[in-house]
């Protein structure tokens, strides 16, 4: 089984950052790709951002260009940097893993934006 163990949540103002981390531990293997899902009060959740192993990076359109993904394989963590930070960015930010789509969850870590 793996574990995923979310960090770095918690009230900005507008404009603001925050770093969330994400640590992994157990039987990890077979495990290519990690990233970040949010879901906002009253709405579907939905894919922010993915890494592979290798370091490909995919971002949905409402995060490029102020989130950025990274991982350190060593650590086997992953992290999402977050810049300019807009209100409807209030979510709840999950971390997934797994081979080729999540398999994995973690349980949240919630981030408010306030105006």
């Known amino acids: 089984q793996v574990q995923l163990v979310e960090s770095g949540g918690g009230l900005v103002q507008a404009g603001g950052s925050l770093r969330l981390s994400c640590a992994a531990s157990g039987s990890i293997f077979n495990i290519n790709v990690m990233g970040w899902y949010r879901q906002a009060p009253g709405e579907q959740r939905e894919l922010v951002a993915t890494?592979?192993?290798?370091?490909?990076?995919n971002y949905a359109d409402s995060a490029k260009g102020r989130f950025t993904i990274s991982r350190d394989n060593a650590k086997k963590t992953v992290y999402l940097q977050m810049n300019s930070l807009k209100p409807e960015d209030t979510a709840v930010y999950y971390c997934?893993?797994?081979?080729?789509?999540?398999?994995?969850w973690g349980k949240g870590t919630l981030v408010t934006v306030s105006s």
């Open positions: 997934a893993a797994g081979p080729r789509r999540p398999g994995y």
């Open positions: 890494i592979t192993g290798g370091g490909s990076t």
